[in-house]
Nanobody, 123 residues
Framework: VQLQASGGGLVQTGGSLRLSCVPS????????LGWFRQVPGKEREFVAV????????SYADSVSGRFTISRDDAKTTVYLQMSSLTPGDTAVYFC?????????????????WGRGTLVTVSS
């Protein structure tokens, strides 16, 4: 199983960036596919999740209204559209998958994790 994340980079405050995650290696029917982020020395933080089948979404309060999680109709890719970025959003962003769906993924006990992609927001 692989979760291939990409799209990180350097952006100025107020800018936008879109991350992509391509899951493969098994069926993700019923899974929640989500994004987490981590700053060195700090706890990993839940960002957003989408139900692979349902399309139901949920967000952390810190990103609600600025970030949008989505998936394509063919269910091949999960996206995280990030807008109004601030230096506080600087982190390594990870894609993850949880068989429990969207309800419990925020606890971080996911089944699968991808390699992170670095997002740096300059002031």
């Amino acid at each position: 199983v692989q979760l291939q994340a990409s799209g990180g980079g350097l952006v100025q405050t107020g800018g936008s960036l879109r991350l992509s995650c391509v899951p493969s290696g098994r069926s993700f029917s019923g899974y929640g596919l989500g994004w987490f982020r981590q700053v060195p020395g700090k706890e990993r933080e839940f960002v957003a999740v989408i139900g692979w089948n349902s399309g139901k979404t949920s967000y952390a309060d810190s990103v609600s209204g600025r970030f949008t999680i989505s998936r394509d109709d063919a269910k091949t890719t999960v996206y995280l559209q990030m807008s109004s970025l601030t230096p506080g959003d600087t982190a390594v962003y990870f894609c993850a998958a949880d068989h429990r769906g969207t309800s419990f993924i925020a606890d971080g006990k996911c089944d699968y994790w991808g390699r992170g992609t670095l997002v740096t927001v300059s002031s």
